[in-house]
């Protein structure tokens, strides 16, 4: 029998509880009791785990270890942007003098938080070649119902041409779903915009576009991997109708420091502080979606604001300002993700100008290399350097020759695992397609090393498909069952 | 790697980027620096700071962000690189070590409010009460509001915000003489819509509220019940559930509630955790990320996400919520926190708050020109009403070393004669007695 079959290595903490064990304790009462109030529970304390110091620590280090990282794994996710995230980032924000701020304190409290985001503020407005930023919204996806809400607020304004009835917002088909939801939210009806051979069908999009559009947003490069380069016709064709266009951040690694989204014609466009600028991802956040406007636009953006104003002596303030009438009003608590939008901060120091343009630069580079090495096995309906069709920082392979073997997607995805590879993201923005991201900060050994494994992968589904189709077998556990998950569902332990 | 490609150089890459869109000079930023510079850097903006929870005689700021002690586990546990670096589990059998700590998380989110579901996370509190009502106003096909005047104003301002374009009425109840809302006043809201109440989505009540007060949940609830069937949403303060009654036991459908105070630093107010938790029978209309418990193809137990055609990777413009990245890290650390302070633990901090603040309350209600704002039950947190300017007291307390608490004004939720003073288990008989003291100087 092997070790690990001995009793369950990963107990649930709750099945580690023993009664009267505490992992943190608390000086004594130096203060007199109050009667406790009458509604006060009296069932006793709740039913939660009761573990000592080391079991707590066991239990977590036990669990950081069944899980993939960039930390310990090459992590080609696409469309998540899953880059090295540097150290000092994580040191800057554990820093006493951030970490023990109140939000509620006086600006006057605050003024090293607020140069910092007010530097930030300029400098992602510089790098969006727009006018103004909020850092307000907590998440890309909240980023575009903010910037959503904004749009809306101008066009029923006097100053955006009292037009209330802009309601409908134009995608591609490829979009990433948090658009239409986003749509939803604030209660926007979307259409999709077909694509033809991965970019906008400006035919479409033309026979699209009315007095009740409001925007398109768009995703460039794309999600198939994409620089639509028709983006100068796209901004044409919609500001001619009267409409706006906002561009999805989610892609800026391809093009950061290289090409400004404000150049192009895009109005308004949200960034994902946790893809472009390395802010780390916490196993599904936090992160950040500053939204970034043209002038006419920002005096919607949410409330509060930090501004500077020059001072007497020749030095800057910093507030938070409250006080903007024509606001959307709040998006979320207080200010922002500061922990996050300090991290992206550090990033920006690190990197300048030029780093950032050596960040897309690579980025593109490390993706058409392992798109160039792996489409003889792997057909990339998008790429061919043949006819000079290259991709930005991520590309799309729908492997149907593989595929016609009788093995899956998910059967190929998980066989990556075995080899200590994440797999990239499945069946989207197509059916039946693996979108790799490998990012700038993988080496080219890892690079060839996922090479050489996808080719192995594809050699087995050849001479021995079993191995593919029962896999992972090195992993954490057997292959997950999902749908038996969805049937019938168990989301807490316990009765 | 160009050879393999076939290119001359990176440039050749970006073909399809027309060159009129391409920068030809460099962008307008600070200039790149090494990382010992890059701490100078910091340590100067740091230093430009005064940090609440270093202040030498105690801060007693809170409305809704509070300073409770985080046991050095916590930032040990959830610092690890292989939490940090992760995203969202999407891949069962890579992830299955932050499936089980969500899993875990989501029964003891459960547990804690005595709910029968929760989700692995929202952006805030303010967002999870905008979420809840968003839901209410799905599950009940209703556009009718009502949300309690001693809600923490920024979750109703966001609340107005979400509400603004779809088409849903917002209705505040003021808060009563005694900082709480009272049955008739609630009854009349209920009944000032058509039908007694029958076009009520949802009524959304706050406690302990933005006052400190504790709010009746049951009878408040029962009565909303009793008229309508709108859904009852509950905003809870996490450590108060360690002494006060349950969401669950009080009848609400959904509770909701800003994480923060479970082992999360103050941190300029993010990022924090939405909490989110519901009945079973409103699973399906949850937003947010679920993990499942199943087994794997040995039939040993295994985790993954689950319920996933709620959600907008899937769903699309009919998702329950365009929620995508949520609050994970966060999440894991309220995990580490309630399983490092244990049961005993949380009552224990909830009850040293309570004491600790009520201590607190009686010197300063005996202090001449001071009195408390309302009677009636609180928990950490009240307002005074002051003999001088809530402001003067605060500028004051900065050359003692105390940071006295909010104005109340300034806070949308009172005069500017009023303070509102939070006190954790952290702050001391003799930080409570400089307090005091600070209040004393000033009438």
Not at chain 1, 216 to 226: K, S
Not at chain 2, 136 to 146: D, F
Not at chain 2, 256 to 272: K, S, T, W
Not at chain 2, 334 to 359: D, F, I, K, S, W
Request: charged residues 20%.
């Amino acid at each position: 029998m092997a070790e690990e079959s001995i009793g369950n290595p990963t107990p649930l903490l709750f099945e580690r509880s023993v009664p009267g064990q505490r992992a943190s304790d608390l000086p004594p009462l130096d203060v007199p009791t109050t009667p406790l109030p009458e509604t006060a529970r009296d069932t006793g304390p709740l039913d939660l785990p009761e573990v000592g110091p080391l079991e707590l620590v066991r239990h977590y280090t036990t669990l950081a270890r069944r899980s993939f990282s960039v930390d310990g794994n090459f992590y080609p996710l696409g469309s998540c942007t899953m880059k090295f995230n540097p150290r000092i980032n994580e040191a800057a924000a554990a820093m006493p003098g951030f970490t023990s701020l109140h939000p509620l304190q006086p600006d006057e409290d605050l003024q090293g938080a607020l140069a910092l985001l007010y530097e930030l503020r300029c400098d992602l407005a510089e790098i969006a070649g727009l006018d103004e930023v909020s850092l307000q919204p907590a998440a890309g996806a909240h980023g575009e119902y903010t910037a959503l809400r904004v749009i809306r607020a101008w066009f029923a304004d006097p100053a955006g041409g009292n037009q209330p009835q802009r309601n409908v917002v134009l995608a591609p088909d490829t979009a990433h779903g948090t658009n239409p939801a986003s749509c939803t939210m604030c209660g926007a009806e979307v259409v999709a915009v077909p694509s033809k051979d991965g970019l906008v069908d400006l035919d479409a999009l033309r026979a699209a576009v009315n007095d009740h559009t409001m925007a398109m947003m768009i995703t460039n490069p794309n999600t198939a991997g994409l620089f639509d380069g028709s983006i100068g016709t796209i901004a044409e064709i919609l500001h001619d109708a009267g409409a706006l266009l906002y561009l999805d951040g989610a892609n800026m690694n391809a093009i950061v420091g290289v090409a400004r989204p404000g150049d192009f014609g895009v109005d308004a466009m949200h960034f994902n502080t946790h893809k472009t600028f390395s802010t780390p991802h916490g196993c599904g956040g936090p992160g950040a979606g500053p939204v970034a406007v043209r002038d006419f636009l920002s005096p919607y953006l949410p409330v509060p604001q930090v501004v500077a104003k020059q001072t007497a002596g020749g030095g800057m303030a910093y507030h938070l300002e409250q006080d903007r009438p024509a606001s959307i009003g709040k998006v979320r608590s207080f200010f922002g993700q500061f922990g996050v939008l300090l991290r992206c901060w550090v990033y920006l120091r690190a990197c300048g100008s030029d780093g950032l343009a050596h960040v897309a630069h690579t980025a593109v580079l490390n993706a058409n290399y392992v798109a160039a090495r792996l489409r003889h096995r792997y057909e990339t309906p998008y790429f061919d350097p043949d006819r000079q069709r290259y991709c930005a920082h991520e590309f799309v392979t729908v492997p149907e020759r593989l595929l016609a073997r009788g093995v899956t997607l998910v059967d190929i995805a998980k066989r990556l695992v075995d080899f200590g590879i994440h797999p990239p993201t499945m069946h989207w923005p197509v059916h039946n397609c693996l979108m790799i991201e490998p990012t700038e900060t993988e080496s080219l050994a890892s690079l060839d090393r996922f090479v050489e494994v996808m080719l192995r992968i594809a050699d087995e589904i050849k001479n021995d498909p079993q191995r593919v189709t029962t896999a992972p077998h090195a992993a954490f556990v057997a292959r997950v069952d999902e749908v038996a998950a969805a049937r019938t569902p168990v989301l807490t332990h316990g009765p | 790697m160009l050879g393999t490609i076939g290119v001359a150089d990176i440039d050749a890459l970006y073909r399809s980027l027309p060159e009129r869109y391409r920068l030809t000079g460099e962008l307008n930023l600070p200039p790149a620096e090494a990382e010992l510079d890059l701490r100078r850097a910091l340590n100067a903006r740091a230093a430009a700071n005064r940090p609440a929870a270093e202040a030498e005689h105690g801060a007693f700021l809170g409305a809704g962000a509070y300073d409770h002690f985080i046991p050095a586990a916590v930032d040990a546990l959830a610092s690890q690189g292989a939490f940090v670096t992760a995203y969202t589990p999407y891949q069962a059998e890579a992830s299955q070590g932050s499936l089980q700590a969500f899993f875990e998380f989501q029964t003891m989110i459960c547990r804690l409010t005595g709910m029968e579901v929760a989700n692995a996370s929202l952006y805030d509190g303010a967002t999870a009460v905008a979420e809840a009502v968003i839901m209410s106003l799905k599950a009940t096909g209703r556009r009718r509001v009502i949300i309690a005047g001693t809600v923490h104003p920024h979750y109703r301002a966001v609340v107005r915000t979400y509400l603004a374009d779809l088409a849903a009425t917002f209705e505040e109840v003021e808060p009563g003489p005694n900082g709480t809302i009272t049955d008739t006043d609630l009854q009349a809201a209920l009944e000032a819509g058509k039908d007694g109440g029958n076009d009520v989505a949802c009524v959304v009540v706050q406690s302990p509220n933005i006052f400190g007060r504790v709010e009746s949940w049951s009878s408040l609830f029962a009565m909303t019940h009793a008229q309508t069937d709108a859904l009852a949403v509950s905003v809870f303060n996490p450590i108060a559930c360690g002494l006060l009654p349950l969401p669950g036991s009080c009848g609400a459908d959904i509770a909701v509630a800003e994480g923060q105070p479970l082992g999360i630093p103050l941190q300029f107010g993010g990022p924090y955790l939405g909490l989110f938790a519901t009945r079973r029978k409103l699973m399906r209309k949850m937003p947010g990320r679920l993990i499942g418990q199943t087994v794997d193809a040995e039939g040993q137990r295994a985790y993954c996400l689950t319920l996933q055609t709620r959600e907008q990777h899937i769903r699309g413009a009919k998702a329950t919520s365009n929620v995508c990245t949520n609050q994970g890290l966060l999440a894991l650390r309220a995990a580490m926190y309630l399983a490092a302070v244990g049961p005993e633990g949380l009552r224990e901090t909830a009850e040293q708050c309570y004491h600790r603040a009520h201590h607190a309350a009686a010197k300063i209600a005996d202090l001449p020109g001071y009195f408390l704002s309302f009677d009636g039950p609180f928990f950490h947190e009240f307002l005074v009403n002051c003999p001088v300017p809530a402001a003067q007291l605060i500028d004051a307390g900065r050359a003692a070393g105390v940071m006295p608490g909010l104005d109340g004004s300034a806070l949308g939720i009172g005069s500017a004669d009023q303070l509102l003073i939070a006190v954790t288990e952290k702050r001391t008989a003799a930080q409570i007695d400089q307090l005091v003291n600070l209040l004393r100087a000033h009438h």
